[in-house]
């Protein structure tokens, strides 16, 4: 009981400073913008935001609710970073566990990862000719960087006792796999997802301004070209939030596989 009151105690402490930050925030966001008349306030911001969610799914031949270009964003973000995950993982770990697989792979991920991900869009566009495909390519080079090289660090990092071991009992490739490299590259695969994701949800906002039919980042430069500040900032607002959630969602996860290893 004693250290469940302590939890309580600084979970309150965090809380409270959190809403006192917030609190500051909106309060100096308040006086910026008190005298202008085209960058919108807290307030109005607030009440747009009331009436985006207030019909969130709406869907007309000109324009849709602010809930489904959320899910679209969505849709294209997971679709992208799953596919990076699957690849990223596979080929960190095999980068970790061969030395020939990471002299291989690892010139070819220095000269790739540093390059802007838009600098591909256009790329993928040509090719597919279809935006939202394209862009779903996008997130997933982009996403495929942070989880491929923590991998690989991670598998790399392996301690020698537990190689050792492996080798003394004359472990096969896929008993190695699931006793010694997974676990131990567990941590660092999970700080990777979370790289990846939070990179993800950033880069799909600025392709769906250059793809320019649908999702989030649409909405924000539509509203921008009607000069509906106020819906900017509303959505502006959400992007925050929604990323808030994924990265909690992926830390809960990565406190509840290695609650010893990773913390946020």
Known sequence: MPALG?????VSVTTFWALVGLAVFVAL?????????????????????????????????NDKGIGLHLYISLRRVFMGFGLAALVGITLGLAMGAARPVWSALNPLVQVLRPVSPLAWFPIWLYIIQEPSQSAIIVIFIT???PTLINTAAGAVAIPHDQRNVALVFKFRPLAYLWHVLIPNALPSIITGLRLSMGIGWMVIVAVEMLQGNSGVGYFVWNSYNALELDKVVAAIVLIGVVGLVLDTVLLRLARWVTPEEVHG
Request: proline share 7%.
């Open 6 to 10: 302590s939890r309580l105690i600084g």
């Open 29 to 61: 966001w308040q006086l910026a913008t008190r005298n202008s008349a085209t960058v919108p306030g807290p307030l109005d911001s607030a009440r747009t935001l009331g009436d985006l969610l207030s019909r969130p799914f709406f869907n007309t031949t």
């Open 143 to 145: 996403t495929l960087w």
